[in-house]
């Protein structure tokens, strides 16, 4: 091990210290923090030097991977490239020096944005309306299902508290429709990946208040009977969500509100390029189609006939205020200069190249590892394991997880594995339209070669990966007993 690769609390040195702060000028004034605020005692930190703390973060980056260090094959949370001029735009100072609460007269430029956002998003997607304000894809289904349960409560029909929602759904369906007070009910899916018809009309009574699809589903097909499940829950009585997360395969080709949904949200950071990961900054906007507009969440921006100037009011039947102020601003403006920046025609292009840079790895890799469902995908496929594999020397099988922890040896981050539940083995493999054929050509012949090494060296899939930082780290003990402070490693170190 080199001296750098050695973690902070190994470098500390009683005594030593890596910064000097200025002397109290004011020792005898309150400071204001209530007594159950403050240390009785020294934080145990590790004692520095100034350049050992900028290394150790310096090197600790270097380990980490990310879409500017290489492919992200990522599953439905596309790992999409975020262009730098959205960075560049939100940072300028006029947007970044604002103040919430300043009147509306002097944030024009800002809630021209918001407005124009708002608009483009409508026309991508054929819906009436957009709120810009929830802080994610789970927040904005939230709203969604707030504004399906105002409808029908404000029509007298309260006793609509069952969400449909498909066996072949993201996980947050079902949580957000449960922390909304609904009873989830599941339908089915058919041999070929999509919605059971047959399966969904006995479900439909009195009781539904309306069924949240992706289209493309999570196997990355699409609902090709969607005009028919549009017609038998409209006729029930019940409102189409639609779950915006696949949406980057149809950008420019197809838009929700034309296929009869009623809701929906977007994921900025799949479909917009806006970054995520870490927890947020998120942004998921819900759009409404024209009878829903007045039970959209507050504040709401419009622009004024009269001045022609932008105003902000209220929604007095809305959803409330579903987040603070106008949502996260910052990732609305990435989202704006991204659609700005490629235009009309541009738009257009997203969607068909990136089902295209999909359906070229699914053809590619189909002898190599296990296709479940062979026809044509849109933005994202799903392997159910390997083709062939030998065993391991244990005599343990060859996993989903032992090749995904492989890829990690050849310079590739891992796809989503073992999800979606419908197969045992999962891999969820989802290129976008930003990567080149050489890019997806290194990563098909990286998963040859795992295959290959799966019937003739098994043992290296199972101890994978070998080249990284950390490599095969005892996950359940971690997460059962988790490091989380440097007194906790100090002492654990101690009694190793």
């Not at 509100?257 to 809701?263: A, E, P, R, T």
Request: aromatic content about 8%.
């Amino acid at each position: 091990m080199k001296y750098y690769d050695k973690l902070i609390f190994e470098l500390s040195k009683d005594g030593r210290t890596g910064y000097s702060l200025p002397e109290n000028r004011w020792p005898d004034k309150e400071d204001g923090l209530p007594d159950v605020l403050k240390r009785t005692s020294s934080a145990d930190l590790p004692q520095v030097s100034e350049p050992d703390v900028v290394r150790h973060y310096v090197n600790l980056s270097d380990m980490n991977f990310g879409v500017d260090t290489g492919f992200y094959p990522l599953g439905s949370c596309t790992m999409k490239y975020n262009p730098k001029i959205n960075e560049e735009m939100s940072s300028y100072h006029g947007f970044a020096g604002l103040h919430p609460l300043q009147p509306a007269d002097t944030v024009q430029g800002a809630l021209q944005i918001y407005g124009e956002l708002s608009g483009w998003l409508c026309a991508l997607t054929g819906m009436s309306a957009f709120t810009l304000n929830p802080f994610a894809g789970a927040h904005g289904e939230l709203t969604g299902l707030m504004i399906m349960r105002s409808y029908h409560i404000s029509r007298g029909d309260s006793g609509r508290t069952r969400i449909i929602v498909p066996d072949s759904a993201h996980g947050t369906n079902p949580a957000s429709a449960a922390v909304c007070g609904l009873e989830v009910v599941q339908v089915k899916s058919t041999a070929e990946g999509l919605i059971d018809i047959e399966d969904l009309k006995p479900l439909l009574d009195d009781t539904v208040a309306g069924i949240m699809m992706t289209n493309p589903n999570t196997l990355g097909l699409f609902e090709k009977e969607i005009h028919e499940i549009e017609e038998c829950v409209h006729a029930a009585g019940g409102l189409l969500y639609y779950d915006g997360a696949n949406m980057n395969a149809l950008l420019g080709k197809v838009r929700p509100g034309d296929m009869g949904f009623d809701i929906m949200h977007l994921n900025l950071h799949k479909t917009f390029s806006t970054p995520h990961g870490g927890g947020g900054p998120g942004a998921g906007p819900v759009g409404v189609a024209g009878r829903l507009e007045h039970l959209l969440p507050e504040p709401v921006v419009t622009l004024s006939p009269e001045t022609g100037k932008y105003v902000i009011s209220g929604q007095p039947q809305g959803a409330g205020r579903i987040s603070g102020f106008m949502g996260n601003f910052g990732v609305l403006i990435k989202a704006y200069a991204y659609i700005l920046s490629l235009g009309k025609q541009n738009v257009r292009n997203v969607g068909p190249y990136s089902v295209l840079a999909a359906n070229y790895v699914k053809e590619s890799l189909k002898d190599s590892y296990k296709l479940p469902i062979p026809s044509l995908c849109k933005h994202e496929f799903v392997f159910d394991g390997l083709a062939k594999a030998n065993t391991g020397d244990n005599g343990t099988e060859v996993t989903t997880l032992d090749v995904a922890k492989r890829l990690l040896d050849y310079g590739f981050h891992a796809p989503t594995i073992y999800f979606p539940l419908l197969f045992h083995q999962s891999i969820m493999i989802e290129p976008t339209e930003t990567e080149s054929k050489e890019t997806l050509d290194a990563f098909i012949d990286a998963m040859e070669k795992i295959a290959g090494e799966a019937v003739s060296s098994p043992s290296i899939l199972k101890e994978a990966p070998h080249n990284t930082p950390v490599s095969r780290p005892d996950e359940t003990l971690a997460a059962t007993h988790p490091v989380l402070t440097f007194r906790q490693r100090k002492s654990s170190d101690n009694r190793s």
